[in-house]
């Protein structure tokens, strides 16, 4: 199956926006491919405003969120894959829902894709599926 995250990111930002809270996101800046204005990352992480009023052009895909942001008065684009995506919740109140970094989002591959490889042919062992409590 593919990944819940991108799922999730989508349905906790519409229930964050349709109850007028603001949307953060919590990125692991140091993931292959995000690509986030590198002076703002502390301990590796960022946080980003991702309200409809903060930001253009919002595309929550299931491999890679888009934007296009302002940082110090300066347009940028943001591209975050989701597995980079740590957490989104709402400003005002702090809930949301938070990810395991290591859950079920492999990140991107280092060279060009290749799909013949799969967990059967490689013999790894399935992983079992698991839920967490969200508070």
């Keep these: 199956m593919s990944s819940s995250r ?3 990111v989508r349905a906790i930002y519409e229930w964050v926006v349709d109850n007028d809270c603001t949307p953060y996101i919590l990125v692991d800046a140091e993931y ?3 690509l986030v204005p590198q002076q703002y990352v502390k301990d590796g ?3 980003l405003n991702i309200s ?3 930001i253009v052009g919002l595309d929550v895909g299931n491999d890679e969120m888009g934007f296009r942001g302002r940082f110090g008065g300066v347009a940028q684009d943001v591209r975050v894959p989701i597995g980079a995506v740590l957490g989104i919740y709402a400003r005002e109140n702090g809930q949301g829902m938070l990810f395991d970094p290591n859950d079920d989002v492999p990140p991107p591959p280092a060279s060009g894709p290749n799909k013949s ?3 059967k042919s490689s013999g790894a062992k399935p992983t079992k599926p698991s839920l967490k409590v969200v508070k």
Excluded: D, H, K, R
């Design 6 to 8: 991108p799922y999730m």
């Design 32 to 34: 292959p491919g995000v």
């Design 45 to 47: 992480q960022i946080v």
């Design 52 to 54: 409809p009023s903060a």
């Design 117 to 119: 490889t799969s967990s």
